[in-house]
């Protein structure tokens, strides 16, 4: 036996001990080469305290210095966590405190010195309800609690039938029974009293006791005792020595069965398994076939965004070639009558009214056709049945003359009241308005592709059910047709101002942030008009039910 040895078994911890070691397992070995001359001894040396420690802690036994070293840095950890926590909350503190505290600045004493002074709150809050003149708790006290009060006689000592008299008598004739009834439970010559039945039943358990408990005593000395093969104590202690036992057998490397063993086998088969599939030298490795079916797939996706490229190239010719060819053929007229036709109708099952699109049949005036749409208002309208005819342009050469013209004919030979003459954008007369009256006709311009202009077709199909309100011939009509026509002059004003900052907006960029503000406004002004316009129309109708 060494020196080492003799000082571990005596107790003694050697500051330093030397090897000298001739390694030949080839994982220790590969290790060791990975590093510096300078890192591989202290790599070896924390190596051989980890297995050191395994192999103790795998016979049972715990490192005293490793736990004390590691709850000496747990504690130090700790110490300087909490010295550092300790100085932000005092920190803290102090400032909540010199925010709430301080004489001059703080709210606390600011708050006590507007209560506590001379004609303070609290003085008047006192003064007011427990002062001696005229207070509430004065006027209560003499209401309830004065001489003439019911309390105040129910109380009087010298009233035969007060409170006191009654109270005096009624426990004296308590006290005097139960007095009586409490000694006679106490008394031993009663064998039927509560004390002798006590006595009785005490002499009986007692002897019962003292023999369950002689016998229990020995029960527990017989199961902690080590000369019984059957007791408690006994088959504690062998199960321990079969665990310790099977525990140092599990983890130990001469045993090919045990747990480390098998665990250590393991993981050289799994490692080879990982290091055979990450490697890109094997064709049938899973890295090397994740290689290639990313090739595919990134060779597939070229392929798909090119063609796709390609077809959206030839299809978006085809549109601009079928655009250009409806611009200049004939065609295209129709195709703008159909596009109004279609908001037409989705906005007349809106409002109630019904749609009929009459482009293709001939109208009062014989072989005449002018009048492409007409609308009539619907029975919860307030002018039922009352035609409103629309025509719809997108032909070069156009004038307002010429509109207004055309619409007189429709209105007449669709038999209507009113009638709305609506300009495609890119046909219509320059400097012409988006929105126009011109007594019971509407001008007005519609771009199809530009979605903002629908506003334009709302508030004329509004400003004419408003219109048509006035030509139904009512009296509340005739009284609300001054509020109509002011309505429907507003909302033309202000569709011409929208119509110059539009203008504006395309040419001046600097601006832009300004005019879309504008624009906004103006918007949203035009929704209010229309809302009260159609409001309007909605009262009347509720005026001619009644």
């Known amino acids: 036996m060494t020196s080492t040895a003799l000082a571990l078994l005596e107790g003694e911890r050697p500051r330093r001990v030397s090897l000298q070691l001739d390694i030949d397992d080839p994982e220790v070995i590969a290790e060791l080469e990975r590093r510096e001359s300078g890192d591989r001894t202290r790599f070896a040396l924390t190596a051989l305290r980890i297995g050191v420690l395994a192999l103790r802690t795998a016979g049972g036994q715990l490192d005293g210095a490793s736990i004390r070293e590691a709850g000496t840095k747990l504690l130090g950890d700790m110490k300087e966590l909490l010295t550092a926590k300790a100085g932000e909350m ?28 001379t004609d303070g709150e609290l003085e008047r809050l006192l003064q007011g309800h427990l002062g001696a003149d005229g207070s509430t708790l004065a006027e209560s006290l003499a209401r309830h609690l004065g001489e003439q009060s019911p309390i105040f006689r129910m ?14 008598q009624t426990l004296r ?86 747990a480390l063993s098998r665990m250590t086998k393991l993981l050289d088969a799994t490692s080879m398994q990982i290091s055979s599939n990450l490697t890109l030298d094997d064709e049938r490795s899973a890295l090397s076939r994740l290689r290639r079916e ?32 409806e611009d200049k053929g004939t065609a295209h007229g129709a195709i703008f009558e159909d596009q109004l036709g279609s908001w037409l109708a989705a906005e007349a ?18 072989r005449c056709k002018v009048g492409d749409h007409v609308v009539t208002l619907g029975s919860e309208s307030a002018a039922p049945n009352v035609r409103v005819v629309w025509e719809a342009k997108q032909d070069q050469g156009y004038t307002l003359k010429k509109a207004l013209s055309e619409i007189d004919e429709a209105r007449r030979n ?34 199809p592709e530009d979605r903002a202009t629908d506003l334009v077709l709302k508030v004329a199909y509004s400003a004419a059910r408003a219109l048509a309100v006035r030509e139904a011939g009512s009296e509340e009509a005739h009284a609300a047709a001054t509020e109509i026509d002011r309505a429907v002059r507003a909302i033309e004003g202000r569709l011409k101002q929208l119509d110059e900052i539009s203008t504006w907006a395309s040419t001046v960029q600097a601006n832009g942030q300004k005019i879309y503000d504008s624009a906004r406004k103006i918007r949203a002004a035009i929704e209010d008009e229309v809302g009260a316009l159609d409001q309007q129309v909605r009262s009347l109708k509720s005026s001619a039910d009644c």
């Open 90 to 117: 005092t920190q803290e503190l102090a400032q909540s405190l010199r925010a709430y505290l301080d004489p001059r600045t703080g709210s606390l004493p600011q708050r006590l010195d507007a209560l506590m002074r």
């Open 349 to 366: 099952q809106r409002m109630g009214d019904v749609h009929e699109a009459t482009g293709s049949t001939t109208g009062k005036i014989p």
């Open 414 to 447: 669709r038999e209507a009241q009113l009638g709305l003459f609506v300009f495609s954008r890119r046909v219509a007369p320059e400097g012409l308005a988006d929105f126009a009256r011109h007594g019971s006709d509407f001008v007005i311009v519609w771009d």
């Open 173 to 258: 004739e308590a006290l005097v029974e139960q007095r009586t009834a409490v000694v006679k439970q106490f008394s031993l010559d009663d064998k039927e009293s509560a004390l002798s039945r006590l006595v009785a039943e005490l002499e009986g358990k007692q002897g019962d006791l003292q023999a369950d408990v002689r016998e229990q005593v020995d029960k527990v000395v017989k199961e902690f005792s080590l000369d019984k093969q059957d007791s408690a104590l006994s088959r504690l202690v062998g199960k321990v020595d079969a665990a310790q036992r099977a525990i140092a057998d599990q983890f130990s490397m001469d045993n090919e069965r045990s």
């Open 155 to 168: 109380l009087s000592p010298s009233d035969a039938s007060g409170l006191r008299s009654q109270l005096s």
């Open 294 to 325: 990313l090739k595919e797939t990134l060779a597939d996706l070229a392929k798909r965004n090119t063609d796709f490229q390609t077809e959206v190239r030839v299809t978006l010719e085809s549109m601009k070639a079928r655009k250009e060819a």
